[in-house]
């Protein structure tokens, strides 16, 4: 089994800056990728940024240039500093871990930008 815990969401300003953390425990082993995705009301749940355990990296061109994923593979963290947020950036983030034949989830963590 591998649980998620994600931290660090809030409220910001437009123009502000919040770092998303994701503790991940259990066996990652046969990890294929990591990665954060988000939610707003009424829409479908969408990809924010990927990592693999080669480095690669994957972002939507939402946030390309804005937003940096990140880990620190000896504390099992993934992180998401966003720069320059928006009001459209406001949804609740979740974590990933995908792994072959199914995904682990966080509970998520809000995030609002005030405009």
């Known amino acids: 089994q591998v649980q998620l815990v994600e931290s660090g969401g809030g409220l910001v300003q437009a123009g502000g800056s919040l770092r998303l953390s994701c503790d991940i425990s259990?066996?990652?082993?046969?990890?294929?990728?990591m990665g954060w995705y988000r939610q707003s009301p009424g829409k479908q749940r969408e990809l924010v940024a990927t990592l693999t355990p080669r480095g690669e990296i994957n972002y939507a061109d939402s946030v390309k240039g804005r937003f940096t994923i990140s880990n620190n593979r000896a504390k099992a963290m993934l992180y998401l500093q966003m720069n320059d947020l928006k009001h459209e950036d406001t949804a609740v983030y979740y974590c990933n871990s995908n792994f072959p034949g199914r995904d682990y989830w966080g509970q998520g963590t809000q995030v609002t930008v005030s405009s």
């Open positions: 259990g066996n990652i082993f046969r990890i294929v990728s």
